[in-house]
């Protein structure tokens, strides 16, 4: 099922998000009804309060930026990218150079900025088996990764601008918060 995803100004995206366990009511609904939102966004991951629940779930498929370009492949070292769910993870290491590389959030349509992150992240998490897992993720993959878990963190994108880039947006992001912005996905907006 396709969910809605939630509006910047939804206070849900603000929220540092709960552990779950293995017998978290409907999760494995829950995760392909995540995989069908993603997809029919035309996202590259999504978090699970991006679809108004405060858990730390999120799921990320870089494979999709590889199958669409051959020059990303050759771009980047994580080719072909990965498809995989994380549950309750942790961030143990975040290495390498920074480098910028244009983000966007579904969450804030029509806004996409250069965001600065470290070309590798070590993640310890779960999978949807709830199988434990240390991976050290690179290149777009460790970028989506970063981005999503930011989202459990109650942390956005926009947070990573220059107080003036941000204040230059924020008639954009004012637009969004009062559903004043026209998506091609369905969106809640925030009461």
Known sequence: ???????????????????????????????????????????????APQINKAIRLFVVDSAQMFEASEDTAEEFDDAPGIKEVFINPQILQL???????????????????????????????????????????????ARIIQHEYDHIEGKLFIDYLKPLKRKLLKSKLDDITKGKVRVDYKMSFPK
């Open 1 to 47: 099922m396709i969910l809605p995803i939630v509006a910047y100004g939804n206070p849900v995206l603000r929220t540092k998000c709960e552990d779950i366990n293995r017998d978290y009511p409907g999760l494995d609904k829950l995760i392909a009804d995540m995989w069908e939102t993603m997809y029919a966004s035309n996202g590259v991951g999504l978090a």
């Open 95 to 141: 290495n390498g150079e920074e480098w910028d590389y244009e983000e966007g959030c579904l969450s804030i349509p029509k806004i996409r900025e250069d965001v600065s992150r470290p070309e590798l992240v070590t993640i310890k998490y779960f999978n949807e088996n709830f199988e434990e897992k240390t991976v050290t993720y690179s290149g777009l993959s």
